[in-house]
C-alpha cells in the first residue's frame, strides 16, 4: 500500500488601499526540492475605488512548498 501526501490548497486575497495601479506583480513557488517555478498562473488582480486587490490561490501544495508574493507601486514623483 502506497501512502497518501496530504495536498493543501491556498489562497491570498489582499487589498492594498490608496494604490492606483501596480507597476510589477509576481509570484513564485517554491517546492521541497529547492527548486523554484513561477506561479503567476494562479495570479489576479483588479482595480476599485479603494485601491488594489491581488488574488492568488495554489492547488495541490506539500508539506515544506511555499509561495511568494512581491508587487510594486507607482510611486508620485516630487
Known sequence: MRPRSSKFGLTIRLRHQGVTSLTRC??????????????????????DDAGVVIELTRHDLRPNQFVTL??????ATP
Open 26 to 47: 509576481t509570484a513564485t513557488e517554491d517546492r521541497p526540492d529547492g527548486s523554484e517555478i513561477s506561479a503567476t498562473d494562479g495570479l489576479s488582480f483588479s482595480r
Open 70 to 75: 512581491r508587487w510594486d507601486t507607482a510611486h
